[in-house]
């Protein structure tokens, strides 16, 4: 940590501030500059209100050093974690692919979908049963009668499913039908869901929150291995801009700084980023150039009859002529996307 | 709701579109434009996936008409709501201050922040309990034990406390406690505990959520007053935006906003939304002139020492230096702070 | 400038950052830390690319110490800042307010609003000659023929005008006609745009970018400084968010950290950050409240046929009334608004 | 146009918008809803100022249904523009890079660069000689001067030149010099710059603003081509979000979405985007497979001492080795970067 001083300070303010810290736990080193003096601490992290003495007459900023993520960090774990999904792994060389309808609406529709989206080459079927939904008059999911036709059509095709715990509560009912469980958007400083994902025993998809830096998001998966989970998918998903000609915006640079920081996979979303099927395609290209470790597609068998992002679902036809061109660009940059 | 359709579009397109519109129980009146032609639809809102409509050929898009919430909205309620807590009212001419430690830390601390703050003329104090922290190694709060502190210091000082609730779970618990129990930022969209706050019987504090727009607040509010709780303070604590010199930018203009499209009574926390104690005061003035009907400030008896949220909190004297200066300003807006 | 090293940067890494910083004229002092080494660097500012620095193996990241902004902050020069327009002080005990139309549009439009906007309490007339438009196919102003038009307002009035220059060839043309240039929010970053300014002879009104921090608000502000002239007002006028309920997100906590952070006056415009009229009241009040030195309001005889900016264009009436209520804020904080 | 009345209005203010809209040259559609009345109107866009009409009694919305922008757009011009540099096209099969450093700082330097990024594939080099920059303190470029080394560079290496103009009389200069002028982010809404642009007879190259929306890009660009001059290149170069972990943030799919809505080709610039070295190569791959008709990218003999933009500049070998991969993600979809 360093503490920087206003010009001007007096050594009496000075003084103050390196025994506040030594106080504290640290060590001080202060450099006397011709304008302001700083004051290097070096010492216990564990003082977690450090930033509180930037009330302290005569401080003009603090500036910390370390990282504050640990676990989930390159730093104490350099080799990238592998989430194990049934036989799929994420995280290797392939690329894999997880698609479905946004919700399950009704067995024909899900089991429709597992199919097309299976025969496309998709490795592990999405659909969300309970839906976090903007407006309470809106369709909100069939909850756990949704979670039953997930297994069916898991039963079906040998997909393994994915899909969304809103609450804490159902934490534990969601992770008896699900293979992965995923912590949406709107959730991911939902602390409580967090700890209860980090106990569920089952790998944990988490999206970045609509407005969340890639730290916060980190921090966010930090609650998560904290309790003893490393299985840990992340997802980005497009954040919130003031650009309207696109749902959200993706932020595919978060690919690579998510990798340069953290050894965990992570994957894109591109039907919630773009918000529009036509741009799907192309985004979904650039996700795998820029070296996502999967992708999460929404495919609907008739999207505009679709509940729920309709929108930006791919009919199945578009869904698996993607699926092609992806091999291509997966194979260009030396991963791949098998049949 | 209008369906605008591509240029070019085809007559058989837009007969298409009519009669998909028409299944779904709408009524349609095209307009022929010279190079578009828009299709007014009038009927049904419970038609939930409307905007699925717009991967039918030839549509451009879908512009909807009607306002997404209705209970919270004043065209279905034009007198402003009165929220009532204890003796105090919240949406009348009494510009209500809420004030204390971001979090309780000890009963001692508590107590005096409470005698503090009363002494000055706060109405109501507010304390968290339970911390929603960006990282898991940073203070949680005292939690049910800092519950305890929060009545003691109520019946100490007379004032209603104020408390946050992060888990569906413990809404009952935080209920037994508060006399408001309050939703944060991170958790507008966390629909479940916003369920439970509708059914809590205790009024609530609604705060923003970070990147959301007014229209989505509104949104969470309905998730409240759909179960019956029409009790609901409305708190604006800041946006995320790109500028970094403070910790979040407040948006004034949210409050008159609000109350032109709400009947709910709108408060301000400046403490969150500048993230510094010098800016808390003129923004404090600046939220009472804007029409705001309350103020939720943080005030720690020594912020050098805080555990949590130090640098953005007032002390005892700052803060009743403050309230002397915002009884003018109340005044000049035909609003009253009373003693 | 603090350079922090990486966990695990060799000691050769560090003697090479030492060598280059003490090569660049930077006395070094390195503090060793249990797991990162960092190196206070104490010296030359001219150094102009120093953040350059961080492509050197070990580096992790370049913490600058000094603020950018020199001659406009409050390290140097303690005082605030007096604008004089004739017999109008700008940044003194008077809130001053300048009004008009957008746009100049015929003679007959300014004349009677400078002569409604003077009587209701306005001191300075605005109206752009001069118009940047996103669209090329907007009406672009009537240029020279308006700043005549503006010119004979002038003179009729007694009221100094304030008017826009978009082009740097135009400066001179400009400060031949009106008392203080406007560079508008587009204009933020023309640096050539600010250098003719800079030597213009006039007072500078300089209206904050639209994604501009305050920083760099303030380093604009420089450019026209460091040219020798230090008459220049800064204008708040809303910043770009992802909020839509709202034309710009009016971002009032500026107007503290301004003065906070350099002596020159700081004005507020409600029109164009709200975008809506019947924001411009309430948001006027803030204003004041938060401290600003002054208020530019758009007025228009009749807001529904204005060529430019009618629907936040408040009526001759409205202002009158508005200017009444702020008379009573203002001096609720110790400020006054004369007739 | 659709406009939307507020529940409630009277029949007498739904006649008066009509009897304005006659007035200003539509033909109106009423449609009457149950709870809202909306208006279609049909006619002359013409008409400049169509939004005032929102501050006419019992108006809620406007609602626009045309494009704004015309000559950029697909409807008037189908077919893909192919923009021509010398031998070089961009906006065809090819993917054209551009490289070089960020500023001019000597022949020697420049030279240099020019051999290695040519050697390496670049087919058009960049450099500027005219820096618009945040603190007049800066290293502002070497002007005329520069200009002439990099006329010098094209002359030893065949390459054509790009480079940007800041201030509308110097575009005339920078035209005699450059092969392709640049406008930067900066001056996005610089109109005047914009117009000498559009009658300076060479192609230009137009970044997008740093909180420009596509839309207002495209309008950008209509002010170019409104002045004869349809040889436009657009450039995604990142826009300002809240994220801080990247400079700014790169908006990958504002390539289609461009490409879908104009006809004018579209490229990226993976340096200014991200700030960072470390990721230009994999969101160069990512812009290739998005589909972008080439790349902008900073190359430094030595980046640890270049006087401009260091951090996000390749070393020429890593640039060497980006341009091999990105021959294969080129060919995965479609295109070629020829040597």
Not at 65 to 78: A, C, F, N, S, T
Not at 177 to 194: K, S, T, W
Request: proline residues 6%; contains cysteine; glycine residues 8%.
């Amino acid at each position: 940590m360093i503490v920087v001083m206003r010009p001007g300070a007096t050594q009496e303010q000075i003084d103050a501030v390196e025994a506040r810290l030594i106080e504290f736990g640290f060590k001080t080193h202060p450099i006397y500059g011709e304008e302001k003096t700083v004051i290097g601490a070096i010492g216990d992290k564990k003082v977690l209100s450090s930033e509180s003495l930037i009330t302290l007459p005569g401080v003009e900023k603090i500036v910390p050093i370390m990282k504050p993520y640990k676990l989930v960090g390159r730093e104490l774990k350099q080799s990238k974690t592998i989430v194990r999904v049934g036989q799929v792994e994420i995280g290797g060389d392939e690329v894999v692919v997880m698609a479905g309808p946004c919700a399950v609406e009704s067995e024909e529709q899900l089991l429709t979908a597992a199919l097309q989206v299976k025969s496309a080459g998709a490795k592990i079927l999405r659909g969300g049963a309970f839906k976090p939904r903007t407006s309470p008059y809106a369709f909100q999911g069939l909850e756990e009668e949704g979670l039953k036709m997930l297994a069916k059509a898991r039963e079906a095709t040998g997909l393994p499913i994915v899909t969304e715990a809103v609450d804490p509560r159902d934490v534990e009912l969601v992770a008896e039908y699900a293979d992965v469980i995923q912590i949406g958007a709107r959730n991911m400083q939902n602390f409580r869901l967090l700890q209860e994902a980090g106990m569920a025993g089952k790998p944990i998809l988490l999206k970045r929150g609509l407005s969340s830096t890639v730290e916060e998001w980190l921090m966010a998966a930090e609650y998560i291995i904290d309790k003893g989970n490393d299985q840990i998918i992340l997802c980005e998903r497009g954040i919130r801009t003031y650009e309207t000609g696109t749902r959200n915006t993706l932020d595919l640079s978060a690919v690579p700084l998510v990798q340069e920081n953290s050894h965990l996979p992570v994957i894109v979303d591109p039907s919630h980023s773009t918000g529009s099927w036509k741009l799907v395609a192309p985004m979904s290209r650039a996700a795998v150039a820029a070296g996502a470790d999967g992708l999460l597609i929404e495919v609907h068998p008739d999207p505009s009859r679709a509940l729920c992002d309709g929108p930006q679902s791919l009919t199945p036809d578009n869904f698996a002529g993607l699926m092609q061109s992806l091999r291509s660009v997966a194979a260009a940059v030396g991963k791949k996307i098998s049949h």
